[in-house]
């Protein structure tokens, strides 16, 4: 039963709250990385995903990457990060809207 529960999240938020809540990066070749680590460094955030890449990203809410994410228009797995299905499911019951759902804060994340 767990499993069909939809997410619903804001649309607009930074990109710092939305991949530390889902722990996936999408890349320019529409693959979706497994996240290890995100630090918050000012502006910028620093991501290291499971097959060992490291990104430094502005902390933006209108990203290519915000905007991949909440598109969903990245969906292959990396093979090398071995994403687990569980998480691609979680991520296929997200959704995201402009005025219904939780409003991440990089203030609410506790490191």
Known sequence: MSNEKKRYYRKY??????????KLWPS???????VRQVELKGDFIEITTHCGKFFRVYNSKTSRAARWIRNKWAVEPCKDCKVPQWKLDKYSKTFFSQHYGKELKKDDIIE
């Open 13 to 22: 938020v930074e990109l710092y709250p939305l991949i530390n809540k889902m």
């Open 28 to 34: 320019r070749s529409g693959r979706l990385h497994g």
